[in-house]
């Protein structure tokens, strides 16, 4: 059975342009994969929620569990919830930086296998199926016996992988123009790209949800049998995910009729099925303790749809507000973090203006007269999602009854701006003509914008300090070579006997002095209550000018020695204030809570 001309034609434009296409995709992912390694973990807001979604997805958890006490979550790794107190004593703190040895600490915690709820209500209303490239980062991570650190960039990987594979396929099936490549390249879209929550996955999604729309009306009936299908797949995750983006099930619904098929209007009928029983279920199971309503999520919405008016009163009252205008555009191009690193003003104001420039000269009227049909749908669905979005926070983030929309961010009209620029610019040719190359210079100039601007400001954000940070004022020098007569004294840090804690792993940095030293020795620590304690070491193992990691028995210490056994010949570094006192070994304690904590001054343990 052959090809029909419309496969054919499909294939031939599948191939046409994928060397453009896969560097274009290769450079968006340089640039995410950049800003993950710039940003620090759990940065975007919600994110440690998100990430906790993703880990019970991948113990094979589809729905939340509720208690009215503690609101809806399920079940997360301790080791897990260490790694999110690491890092979230950084948002809404916009003076904190990450120290250096934060940062090791949080990376250096591992997996526990033992769990305790933790509350995610904010994710109790996404559909799931959205988390599996984190989930899967996650799961892999924690049976490869990974750091969490490293788990939970193996699933900022696989997102970022997993959205730019939906974008090329999006670009293969039907073109994007300048304007829905403007919105992508955001900094507000750059930095949720390149975090493990779904918003990036969302915009992937809806860019790929319209690709198959415009395909399916500019081929009708006959588009390839497989389009439908998949973009009934699509919409599912999509919606399920981000309620706000329910009128583009219309998009389905006027794909159906094009191709006249039953069994599309089948799969019509069922993705209603689907998006309803999940959203009832959603909506009936979540507790959100996070926010006094004053009465339930169902009762608020059924209480506007039965008063419309009353809606939009509270709509107009808050589009009246000019804070939360100017809020509603600052946060579009990107207020980050966790809404507390903004930009400087001449940068939302070059950014909103090559939007402008960018969106006018997208404009296609030329075929107008024959894309009208879907066009117009895409335009309707755009206003319909935007006022949705009014709508789920209303019912689900304000106190009942609300005289303005309270918790709506910029960000979240993201998807429907994308629905917007293919309906003013759809149509093949996405840069041909005048206008058009002159968008695509505008564009290139946005994207140095957005990535310049994200790294400089994610720079001072987290990292530098306003004021010049003072170095530790200690010097580094190694012991005398252990010998049968020149035992090595193990200083414990003033830092870690002023604030003692139970130790599991130590680590000492040794010097071999370039050699194999031959023999073993023996680490010797003393406990509070006198008691002595003794370690093998394994001398030919050690390395030169590297931590070597010893697992002692659960205690608190105060001092140690390492003695000879059989041999010698190695030293351990150790750190001595400049301005006098003891000196201190260079160690890295690592805790029973899976925190670690290393001597001031001594070089970084790397033991990831």
Known sequence: MGMDRTDVTLIQDLHAGRCSRRWLVALFVLVCITMAKLIPSMQSPDEFDHVKRAYLLGKGVFTLQSFEEQGSGGLVDTGLMTYFKAYGVLPYRPHRKLSLEENYAAEAARWTGQREFSAAPGTGYYLPVIYVPQALGLAIGEAAGLTIGNSYDLAVLLTILSCAALLWAAFAIYPANPAVLALLILPMSLFQFASATIDGLSMALTVLAVSLFLRIAHDRRAAAAWLTPVLALVLVVLIGSRIHMLPALLLLGMACFQVRRRSAYVLFALSIVIIAAWLLHAIGSTVDKRVLVGASTSEVALYYLKHPFAFLRVLHATLDRPDLMGFYMSSFVGV??????????????????????????????????????????????????????????????????????????????????????????????????????????????????????????????????????????????????????????????????????????????????????????????????????????????????????????????????????????????????????ASSTCMVYLYADGTSQFTEGCPVPNLR
């Open 336 to 581: 980050l973090g966790w809404l507390d690193a903004s930009f400087r003003p001449e940068v939302y104001r070059l950014a909103l203006a090559a939007l402008v420039v960018i969106g006018v000269l997208s404009l296609s009227l030329r075929r107008l007269r024959t894309e009208w049909p879907p066009r117009a749908m895409l335009l309707f669905c755009a206003v319909a999602s935007v006022l949705m979005t009014f709508f789920a926070l209303l019912v689900t983030w304000n106190k009942h009854p609300a005289d303005v929309i309270l918790g709506v961010q910029g960000r979240y009209f993201t998807l429907p701006m994308i629905l917007l620029a293919y309906a003013i610019a759809a149509g093949k040719g996405a840069f041909e003509g005048v206008a058009r190359k002159g968008a695509a210079v505008v564009l290139a100039a946005l994207a140095y914008l957005s990535v310049t601007a994200t790294v400089s400001l994610m720079l001072g954000r987290y990292y530098q300090s306003f004021a010049p940070i003072e170095s530790a004022s200690v010097s580094v020098s190694p012991t005398p070579p252990l010998s049968p007569d020149n035992p090595i004294t193990v200083a414990m840090s003033p830092r870690y006997l002023a604030h003692q804690r139970e130790i599991t792993r130590l680590g000492i940095n040794f010097g071999t002095h370039m050699r194999t030293n031959s023999g073993a020795a023996e680490l010797q620590l003393s406990t509070p209550d006198g008691a002595t304690v003794r370690v093998p070491i394994d001398l030919p193992a050690l390395k030169d000018n590297e931590y070597a990691l010893l697992d002692v028995p659960k205690g608190s210490y105060v001092a140690g020695k390492i003695v000879s056994v059989t041999g010698g010949g190695v030293s351990a570094w150790q750190a001595t204030p400049t301005t006098g006192g």
